[in-house]
């Protein structure tokens, strides 16, 4: 697609429930990245992947979070047990390679997750 | 920890003046970006200028780099009511297993009065 598409825009769980969140990254886009930003903050690293590597898990802040990739498609964000502590927009990022010098990242729109 | 640390958290002016925003950091970078925020959601990439390079235009936007002091600077001339947003400044990291990795600061809240 033109852009990076998530879904769904807004999510309302309560707590102790699963969430998967989608990502739909820019068709040839090799690297993708999972952010979290909760309400007036900056944006917190969650997981980076690249391609057939490993991914960069460092940023996942608990066992209850998850993400997988597909090859270079689809990629979901999986939190087990949500908390009330978890509600904050998460942004899903692409570009054509990791470490690219030119084009920056493009963000989708971002997940709204409320945790009730 | 937050690689990037924005000053000031929040900057008020008036349509037609010019913005200054500053970035910090403290490990060696690959390049370092900013981004703009409209209403908490998707962000949208402004410039991007590489570690070696110390000045970057683009339109009404200048970015400078100075990677001895480990800080940038966002400058917005002749701003205008629609500049108003977050802006973020983050670093790509330059090397290793996380290469390129893209860690972000807290932003600036910028408003801009008609």
């Known amino acids: 697609g033109a852009g990076v598409s998530q879904s769904p825009s807004n999510k309302v769980t309560e707590k102790g429930k699963d969430v998967e969140l989608r990502c739909d990254p820019i068709s040839g886009h090799t690297a993708l990245y999972w952010y979290r930003q909760r309400l007036g903050q900056g944006l917190e690293f969650l997981i980076y992947f690249q391609g057939n590597s490993a991914p960069d898990k460092s940023g996942l802040p608990s066992d209850r979070f998850s993400a997988e990739r597909t090859g270079e498609s689809v990629s979901t964000l999986t939190i087990q047990r949500t908390q009330q502590e978890d509600s904050a927009v998460y942004l899903c990022?692409?570009?054509?390679?990791?470490?690219?010098?030119?084009?920056?990242?493009?963000f989708g729109s971002g997940t709204r997750l409320t945790v009730v | 920890s937050q690689q990037g640390e924005e000053d000031p958290q929040a900057l008020s002016i008036q349509e037609g003046e010019n913005a200054t925003m500053n970035c910090s950091y403290k490990t060696s970078i690959n390049n370092l970006q900013w981004y703009r925020q409209n209403s908490g959601r998707g962000l949208v990439h402004l410039i991007l200028?590489?570690?070696?390079?110390r000045e970057k235009h683009s339109g009404r936007l200048r970015v400078t780099l100075d990677t001895s002091k480990k800080s940038s600077s966002l400058l917005i001339t002749a701003s205008r009511a629609a500049d108003t947003a977050s802006y973020f400044c983050?670093?790509?990291?330059?090397?290793?297993?996380?290469?390129?990795?893209?860690?972000f600061g807290q932003g600036t809240i910028l408003t801009v009065h008609p």
């Open positions: 983050a670093t790509a990291n330059a090397g290793g297993t996380s290469y390129g990795k893209l860690t």
């Open positions: 990022a692409s570009s054509l390679y990791r470490g690219d010098r030119v084009r920056g990242y493009t």
């Open positions: 200028i590489r570690s070696n390079e």
